[in-house]
T-cell receptor, first 115, second 113 residues
Framework: DARVTQTPRDKVTEMGQEVTMRCQPI?????VFWYRQTMMQGLELLAY????????DSGMPKDRFSAEMPDATLATLKIQPSEPRDSAVYFC?????????????FGEGSRLTVL | AQSVTQLGSHVSVSEGALVLLRCNYS??????LFWYVQYPNQGLQLLLK??????LVKGINGFEAEFKKSETSFHLTKPSAHMSDAAEYFC???????????FGAGTRLTVKP
């Protein structure tokens, strides 16, 4: 059963600490997206990759957020230092780039609480 | 850049009644359009998608949506609501060159017994 796997599912940390969220995309998918979901802002696109190369990270606060794909099976989203306003659910999604596809498959999310 | 607008952040229907969730898109060319559903504490699941084939798209759980270019709409419908349909529904748009996928603000569907 192919699925996107995210870790951790829940993370509580204190302001100023570094947080790393990990995502294993579905094997064979060549696009990976990071979204942040909050009650106030809804689903915000933070960054996305194709074939491990970042295509757009304009939705990310550059001073504290970074996203990488060390290899095709792992995507990471790092926050350093974390702030209370970063509290949200972070979703990773993967898909296939190309015509007549386009859908994304979502992980179950990483719920981050920054105290 | 393409975007979607979902009309109504909350919709409440009675069990067995018609479900209609509205979505309008903004794009210079007909894009790919999607409806996703999110249950509490879960990720988003694809309900259906439009990728320039048939304008009436059938999805899972009895949902369907019709692409209307003249109205730039992609409304989601279901003839008869079930209690299990209570969830958050998101409309999304993606350009045909398969770049970023943008989501609407979501519509929370409540189903009353």
């Amino acid at each position: 059963d192919a699925r996107v796997t995210q870790t951790p599912r829940d993370k509580v940390t204190e302001m100023g600490q570094e947080v790393t969220m990990r995502c294993q995309p579905i094997l064979g998918h060549n696009t990976v997206f990071w979204y942040r979901q909050t009650m106030m802002q809804g689903l915000e696109l933070l960054a996305y990759f194709r074939n491990r190369a970042p295509l757009d990270d304009s939705g990310m606060p550059k001073d504290r957020f970074s996203a990488e794909m060390p290899d095709a099976t792992l995507a990471t989203l790092k926050i350093q230092p974390s702030e209370p306003r970063d509290s949200a659910v972070y979703f990773c999604a993967s898909g296939l780039g190309g015509p007549n596809t386009g859908e994304l498959f979502f992980g179950e999310g990483s719920r981050l609480t920054v105290l | 850049a393409q975007s979607v607008t979902q009309l109504g952040s909350h919709v409440s229907v009675s069990e067995g009644a018609l479900v209609l969730l509205r979505c309008n898109y903004s794009s210079s060319v007909p894009p790919y359009l999607f409806w996703y559903v999110q249950y509490p504490n879960q990720g988003l699941q694809l309900l259906l998608k439009y990728t320039s084939a048939a304008t009436l798209v059938k999805g899972i759980n009895g949902f369907e949506a019709e692409f209307k270019k003249s109205e730039t709409s992609f409304h989601l419908t279901k003839p008869s609501a079930h209690m299990s349909d209570a969830a958050e529904y998101f409309c999304a748009v993606r350009g045909v060159n398969n770049n970023d996928m943008r989501f609407g603000a979501g519509t929370r569907l409540t189903v009353k017994p």
